[in-house]
């Protein structure tokens, strides 16, 4: 850790000004899951017992820690945001029991729920995690998910971009209108002096759609900020990297071609490059509570920074911690500002 970036982030923290915060908003669209976790040890011992009991005809298998908690980059996303003071709103498409759910993981915490759509179906994913290799599959129905576009957007929802700091768009992969969805709903933004954000998700369900997306979001003027990690930097810049050299390469070739700020996270360090690179070092979390969701809360730590005005290096590593900090959380709860604080003082000696 550099112990003058540390102490700068630390003394930016306790000069915020929370008036300033406050007045921030920002839009998250379109997602919302309800997560389903099977917490599992080794794969080849439960599906070997799920086989016997198929060919048995069925039955029970007792005894497998389950839980359940928000899901879905956006809410997730909306989530971390209002955690940090910054005034979140999510739009999205669910029904009556999803709008339920929300207000359960959301509303309590002050994301702006009053612009989710009850017309639709609840998306839902089941995780199972494996203690054995910390790797996880993940079993989606994405329900109105898929198919929420621009035209979904009534005027209420419009007036909200239009008066907001920032509009993120995710989970393009999962969305089979996300092209519509991200191409207008950035120009409307843009027309309206509010910064963009994308972040698609992992690409690969949607390999053949790429190159659409490349020429007419991602290369697109009106995108400001593109956040990514490894593996999506592959499909976009067309380059297998796996050193943090051919990562930074590979960013390098894709910036050629994109306007936007390139933002990259990945599991040993994060990145920023629009003029000249920024690489900030990961921080290493000892105990890990889960694999899922850390994207989400560093694209949350990512803006907040972009939208405080942090410097580069400052963003980075305060989105580091965002993250760091909600993967070692014992519960699926984002960080505040005074837990970030905290953090990062007692990050070994200064």
Not at 20 to 41: A, E, M, R, S, T
Not at 85 to 91: C, D, F, P, T, V
Not at 227 to 252: P, R, T
Not at 293 to 319: M, P, Q, S, V, Y
Request: charged share 20%.
């Amino acid at each position: 850790m550099d112990s003058n970036l540390q102490n700068r982030l630390i003394s930016k923290l306790d000069s915020l000004n929370y008036e300033k915060i406050k007045n921030i908003h920002v839009v998250l669209l379109p997602d919302f899951f309800v997560d389903h976790f099977l917490i599992l040890n080794d794969i080849n011992e439960k599906f070997n017992k799920i086989k016997k009991i198929y060919d048995q005809g069925g039955g029970n298998i007792p005894n497998i820690q389950q839980k359940i908690s928000q899901g879905g980059n956006s809410a997730n996303t909306a989530l971390a945001l209002a955690r940090l003071g910054i005034n979140s709103h999510l739009i999205c498409k669910t029904d009556d029991l999803g709008l339920n759910l929300l207000n359960f993981f959301l509303g309590k915490h002050n994301v702006d729920l009053s612009q989710v759509k009850t017309d639709g179906k609840l998306a839902i994913t089941t995780a199972l995690e494996f203690k054995s290799n910390n790797s996880n599959i993940m079993l989606g129905d994405t329900a109105s998910v898929s198919d929420f576009s621009f035209d979904n957007l009534d005027q209420s929802d419009l007036d909200l971009i239009a008066n907001s700091d920032l509009l993120c768009v995710t989970t393009w992969n999962l969305n089979n209108k996300g092209s519509n969805l991200a191409k207008k709903a950035f120009d409307f933004a843009k027309n309206n002096n509010t910064k963009t954000y994308f972040d698609t998700g992992d690409p690969s369900p949607k390999k053949d759609e790429i190159p659409y997306l490349l020429e007419n979001v991602i290369n697109d003027n009106n995108l400001d900020i593109l956040g990514l990690n490894e593996n999506e930097l592959s499909y976009y810049s067309g380059i297998n990297a796996s050193s943090q050299d051919e990562i930074v390469n590979a960013v390098y070739s894709l910036k050629e071609k994109v306007n936007a700020r390139i933002d990259f996270h990945t599991a040993d360090f994060t990145g920023s490059i629009k003029d000249k690179p920024i690489i900030i070092p990961t921080i290493d979390i000892a105990t890990k509570y889960r694999s899922t969701g850390a994207g989400d809360a560093w694209n949350a730590g990512n803006i907040f920074g972009e939208l405080l005005g942090f410097n580069d290096d400052e963003r980075l590593l305060f989105a580091n911690c965002v993250a760091g900090l909600y993967i070692s959380s014992p519960n699926p709860l984002h960080p505040d500002l005074k837990d970030i604080n905290n953090f990062l003082k007692n990050l070994g000696k200064i």
